[in-house]
């Protein structure tokens, strides 16, 4: 079956320090994959988006890349700041039918002073 | 504003009463989905809609219903809760699930106790 796979433990990095969050995913042939950011009781909201035939994203202070032989993505925040603190989420597409998304978990991230 | 909105944001509700929460958006998107979110599990798909009076099952649709009769709006109905179906639920919308359309938009959530 199709999974996705987030680190479930928060990760915790000291101001201005590079936050690299991790989203590993098996039985998917995903045609983009996109990462989310979520602050307690609020919605999702769309930060990045990467198609399958690019390596890297960037956006400010953001960085995606997307390894499809290894099935990974990974997400950066460099000089990280206490107000990058959410959780992050990364989601795909079916394989099959692009009509559903699929999301992981979300890793939290805890960026202190 | 470009937004999706839900109502109620907070519910509190006895097993077997039938209730609707609603969701609206304003961007004349054409793909709108509910999620229900629990702690450990993640975002869940609940159903998904592709246009007006298209819709069809996500992964965990047991128990809910929707609808889809104007472009605008899709309402989540609960026909009989249970306490199982307490959580937080997001509806989102986007232009479409293909590339370049497929952004989803995220309302602020409902909150459902079911006692």
């Known amino acids: 079956s199709q999974k996705i796979e987030q680190n479930s433990e928060a990760l915790n990095i000291q101001e201005g320090k590079t936050a690299t969050l991790t989203c590993n995913y098996t039985?998917?042939?995903?045609?983009?994959l996109q990462w989310y950011r979520q602050d307690p009781g609020r919605g999702p909201v769309f930060l990045l988006l990467?198609?399958?035939?690019?390596k890297e994203k960037r956006k400010e202070r953001l960085k995606v890349t997307f390894d499809t032989t290894l099935k990974q993505s990974l997400f950066h925040i460099t000089a990280s700041q206490p107000a990058d603190s959410a959780t992050y989420l990364c989601?795909?597409?079916?394989?099959?039918?692009?009509?559903?998304?699929?999301f992981g978990t979300g890793t939290r991230l805890q960026v202190t002073l | 504003e470009a937004q999706v909105t839900q109502n109620p944001r907070y519910l509190i509700t006895v097993t077997g009463k039938k209730l609707t929460v609603t969701c609206s958006q304003n961007?004349?998107?054409?793909?709108m989905s509910w999620y229900r979110q629990d702690p450990g599990l993640g975002l869940r798909q609940i159903y998904y809609?592709?246009?007006?009076?298209?819709?069809d099952k996500g992964d965990v649709p047991e128990g809910y219903k929707v609808s889809r009769k104007e472009k605008r709006n899709f309402p989540l109905i609960l026909e009989s809760p249970s306490p199982n179906q307490t959580s937080l639920y997001f509806c989102?919308?986007?232009?479409?699930?293909?590339?370049?359309?497929?952004?989803?938009?995220f309302g602020p959530g409902t909150r459902l106790l079911v006692l």
């Open positions: 039985n998917y042939s995903p045609a983009y």
């Open positions: 989102a919308s986007s232009l479409g699930m293909n590339l370049p359309r497929q952004t989803q938009y």
């Open positions: 809609s592709m246009n007006v009076e298209v819709t």
């Open positions: 989601a795909l597409p079916y394989t099959g039918t692009a009509s559903k998304l699929t």
């Open positions: 990467i198609r399958e035939n690019e």
């Open positions: 961007m004349n998107h054409e793909y």
